[in-house]
Nanobody
Framework: QVQLVESGGCLVEPGGSLRLSCAAS????????MSWYRQAPGKQRELVAN???????GYVDSVKGRFTISRDNAKNTVYLQMNSLKPEDTAVYYC???????WGQGTQVTVSS
């Protein structure tokens, strides 16, 4: 079973940047499509971005032009670079492997002055 471990979440001021990482425990990572979701307090979990094994990517409209998803198959890691952060980006961010149905434990991102 693949395990996913996120890191990189913290408190950041509006307009700031963060890079989240999600490390997978197995080398089959390179064959997997990977996704980042987020869940804000009182809201449903929403898809933020996904990246396919081909490295093509897709984004929810609210983060287009600000967030970039990428992957390093040699390190079994997927990243989410977040720029121009807004208070409404505050949420727990989760890594997800949809073909396996495996979630990470989540990492808290708080955007506040």
């Amino acid at each position: 079973q693949v395990q996913l471990v996120e890191s990189g979440g913290c408190l950041v001021e509006p307009g700031g940047s963060l890079r989240l990482s999600c490390a997978a425990s197995r080398s089959i990572f390179s064959t997997l499509n990977m996704s980042w979701y987020r869940q804000a307090p009182g809201k449903q979990r929403e898809l933020v971005a996904n990246i396919f094994s081909s490295h093509s990517a897709g984004y929810v409209d609210s983060v287009k032009g600000r967030f970039t998803i990428s992957r390093d198959n040699a390190k079994n890691t997927v990243y989410l670079q977040m720029n121009s952060l807004k208070p409404e980006d505050t949420a727990v961010y989760y890594c997800f492997a949809p073909e396996l149905g495996v979630w990470g434990q989540g990492t808290q991102v708080t955007v506040s002055s």
